[in-house]
């Protein structure tokens, strides 16, 4: 759960560039990603039934791996600035 509710802060430092681990291009992509999944345009038609829909699911599929990979490792990169802020102040 901490790797679902830390992908809206990764977006916003992204967007803000606080968080070089993901660049403005791959987050673009994403949302196209979503984009996709919402929109009644498909490259492949959903009344081809398996075909159509199989298509949707793959997309979902990369959109839910990559985000769960890339909040984790935000998830890490916070702790590290947390943990080298605690260091400075007690320096």
Known sequence: MTRVRAIPRMVGAV???QYAGMG???LALLGLGVV???S???VVPDFLMMIGVVDDFGVFLWLVATLLGESGRF???ER???QARLVEEEG
């Open 80 to 82: 590290n600035v947390i």
């Open 24 to 26: 403005k291009s791959r």
């Open 36 to 38: 996709y999944i919402v």
């Open 40 to 42: 009644p345009v498909d």
């Open 75 to 77: 998830v890490e990169h």
């Open 15 to 17: 967007m803000r560039g």
